[in-house]
Every structure is written in structure tokens, then in C-alpha cells.
């Protein structure tokens, strides 16, 4: 296969080869849009998870800016008033890393980064960075970086104008081939290529699901960092990774459980989140299998969190792309003893705390039908009450499927 153009390829090295693009960046600054699909509230909202994307792959932000516009400038996403505004402060301060909460196109990058004179990335390629820094298994590594090339593919022009010369040669460019022609072929055929082992790799997996037997199975999901992880590790007593960051869980981790003699496999996977680059929602099509081959789903929650609901509302359409929304789901309200320090005074009444404790269980016990549970899974709290109700659910499932099999309920 032909090599890349150098000149161009060096931006993008980096992240093809799975190294953090964030890289030994102390400090970010972070931007963002508030338009009138965006509320001023949301922009915020979105800025702090942004936030806490760029902490988890190892950068500070220090400082976001915000501009009211009715849609983003096509050359440089923020007004020029805003983008010298941002290019003082990140001179004044040392700043080599600017990151916006939206999507840019190769051209409003090079533009952006000629102003400002730091390195400039958006959600989808931070994003990017943090799952190729925590992909680990072969599978989850050809599916980040197949994501990359899809990333980098429709930004080849925007970012690499200045390779746009005629060039030929024996060997290496057919007669009048731009290097950025050139570039966009390689990419490509490195797609095609990492599709066809992406493809060996899930057949792979396809077999060994297919050879779990009758179990039924279960798949834990929901917005990143809820608790997952933690929840998988009390019910399994396992020891699967679990820290407060984003996608700390990126390749699929199965279990066999056994409560009061009736067997299941428990899954974890990735979690999901905003403005998901649909480059990973592609590439990892094969790691959401567990999800839609479940027959159960644990919709975890992060109660704590204030825009939960929204959390539940992301979680709830993937499932709905993946066809896998009109499943038997177990709504699990995490965090609750967080929920209680966030909500309630140190010096309420117990007993009006108990009566708006209750006013929230019977309010999503009406909406679930009755299939949810509020826990605390790091303080083991309610752990008992969840485990009934799974394993009734997990039970109903076995005598559905399996009506004569009595050995498992």
C-alpha cells in the first residue's frame, strides 16, 4: 500500500497510531454555541461534560467561552470577535489546546488554528482520543481506528489545501493525481481494510455468544459513568474496571451469575453519551451486539446526576437505533445516597424526606410499571431488593422461553 503524503499525514500520526492527541497538554480552553436549538443552560451543561471529557484524557480546562449566534460560522464555527477574544486569552496564558463542544470541518479547523496558534479539536476527535487510549482487546482497537479514518476522511480538503498541486510519477500518482487525492485513496483503502478484519474478528464473536448456551442474558446500559461498572462488580463480585471518568469500560466484559440456583450472563458494556461521533456508533456496531442479543437490559442511571432525565432520553434513542428499545428493562436508579446529599438539608425533617423519597419511587414505579429499583451500588444499598427483582424478571424469561426447563426457576 502506498504511504500518505508526509507533509499532511503528521496532524493525524498521532491519533492513527493510538497515541493521545491531548498528549502532555496540561490545559484546554473550551467552546461553545448557544443557538436556538441550544439553550444558554444546555450550552453549559454540554460545556461541563466537555470538561470532564478533556480531564479524562488528561487535560485541565481552565476556561470555556460561550457566543449566542443563530448557527455556527461556516469558516471559523465562532464570530471573529469571539475567535480574537479566545486568541488573547489563550496567548496571555500559554494554552495549547482549544477544544468545541460541536463538530468542525477540516477547513474551520486550519482556519481556527491560524488564528489562534494552538492546537484545535473538537468533541468527536477528544472523544476518539479517549477511547483509543483505553481500547485494549484487538476488537476494540481495529474499532477506534476505523473510527479515526472515517473521522479523518472528510477533512483530507479542508485540512490539507495546501497540498492540492499536480503531481505525477512512476509508482506512486497516476498522470495529474493531487497528493490530496492520494491521501483520500489510502484512507479509503485503509477503511475497506479495516472493515474486512473488523468483519473476521465478529464472527469470532458471534460464534463464541452462540456458544453460551441457553442462559438467558442480560446487558447492562446506560449513559457513561452512572455506575455500570461498580453495579457489575457487586453483583458479580468480579473485579472489572470501575473509576470516575467517562468510558471507563470500553470493551464488552461477560460474566455467569447464579442467584438462588437460577443461572444468567451478565454483560457491561460501553456506555453511551451526547453527541456520540456516529463513526464510533458504526465502528462499534459489533460491541452493541451484547445489547440487542440480550434478553434483558439494566438500564443503569446516575439519579444524582441534575439532568438525568436527558441521560435516560440519549440512552433511551440509541436503543431505539439499535432495535433493541421494545426489550424487558429493569430501570436502575444509581447513586441514590449521592441524590440524598445533593437534594436534601442536613437539617429537613426525616419524615418530609421520607414523603418526597416517595413521591419520586412511586412517580417512576408508575412510569416503568413497576420495573425499576433505587440503589447505591458503591455503598452496596438496596442491593438486596435489586437482586429479587432481577432475578424475578430473569426467572419469567426462562419460564417463557423454556416452559418444561424447571431446573431454572
Not at 446487558?219 to 459513568?225: D, F, M
Request: hydrophobic share 35%.
Amino acid at each position: 500500500m502506498q504511504e500518505p503524503s508526509q507533509t499532511g499525514w503528521f496532524f493525524y500520526q498521532d491519533m492513527i497510531e493510538q497515541k493521545s492527541i491531548v498528549g502532555n497538554i496540561q490545559s484546554a480552553v473550551l467552546v461553545g454555541l448557544i443557538h436556538k436549538d441550544q439553550t444558554e443552560e444546555q450550552a453549559e451543561e454540554y460545556l461541563d461534560e466537555l470538561a470532564f471529557l478533556a480531564n479524562t484524557a488528561g487535560a485541565e480546562a481552565i476556561k470555556t467561552f460561550t457566543q449566542k449566534l443563530p448557527h455556527p460560522d461556516k469558516k471559523t464555527f465562532v464570530g471573529k470577535g469571539k475567535l480574537e477574544e479566545i486568541r488573547d486569552y489563550v496567548k496571555s496564558k500559554g494554552v495549547k489546546l482549544v477544544i468545541f463542544d460541536d463538530e468542525l470541518s477540516g477547513s474551520q479547523i486550519s482556519n481556527i488554528e491560524k488564528v489562534l496558534g494552538a492546537k484545535t479539536i473538537d468533541r468527536s476527535d477528544l472523544i476518539l482520543d479517549i477511547f483509543a487510549s483505553r481500547a485494549k482487546t484487538a476488537q476494540a482497537k481495529v474499532q477506534v481506528e476505523l473510527a479515526q479514518y472515517q473521522y479523518i476522511l472528510p477533512r483530507l480538503r479542508g485540512m490539507w489545501t495546501h497540498l492540492e498541486r499536480q503531481a505525477g510519477g512512476i509508482g506512486s500518482r497516476g498522470p495529474g493525481e493531487t497528493e490530496i487525492e492520494t491521501d483520500r485513496r489510502i484512507v479509503n483503502d485503509k477503511i475497506s481494510l479495516l472493515r474486512k478484519r473488523l468483519k473476521a474478528i465478529d464472527k469470532q464473536s458471534q460464534t463464541q455468544r452462540k456458544e453460551r448456551g441457553t442462559y438467558i442474558r442480560v446487558a447492562l446500559v446506560g449513559y457513561t459513568n452512572v455506575g455500570k461498572s461498580t453495579l457489575m462488580n457487586v453483583i458479580s463480585k468480579s473485579e472489572v474496571f470501575a473509576e470516575n471518568k467517562l468510558f471507563a469500560t470500553l470493551d464488552t466484559t461477560t460474566r455467569k451469575i447464579v442467584y438462588e440456583q437460577t443461572p444468567f450472563l451478565l454483560s457491561d458494556t460501553v456506555g453511551f453519551i451526547r453527541k456520540l461521533p456516529h463513526h464510533l456508533v458504526e465502528s462499534f456496531k459489533s460491541t452493541l451486539d451484547e445489547v440487542r442479543e440480550a434478553d434483558l437490559l439494566l438500564h443503569v442511571i446516575d439519579i444524582s446526576h441534575p439532568a438525568y432525565e436527558d441521560q435516560m432520553g440519549v440512552v433511551n434513542k440509541t436503543l431505539q437505533e439499535l432495535k433493541a428499545f421494545d426489550k424487558p428493562i429493569l430501570t436502575v436508579f444509581n447513586k441514590m445516597d449521592q441524590y440524598e446529599e445533593k437534594v436534601f438539608d442536613e437539617w429537613l425533617d426525616e419524615e418530609v424526606k421520607q414523603d418526597l423519597l416517595q413521591q419520586l419511587y412511586d412517580r417512576w414505579q408508575s412510569i416503568t410499571d413497576n420495573n425499576c429499583v433505587f440503589i447505591a451500588a458503591a455503598e452496596k444499598r438496596n442491593i438486596e431488593e435489586f437482586r429479587s427483582k432481577l432475578i424475578g424478571m430473569v426467572r419469567e424469561l426462562y419460564k417463557e422461553r423454556y416452559p418444561y426447563m424447571t431446573k431454572f426457576y
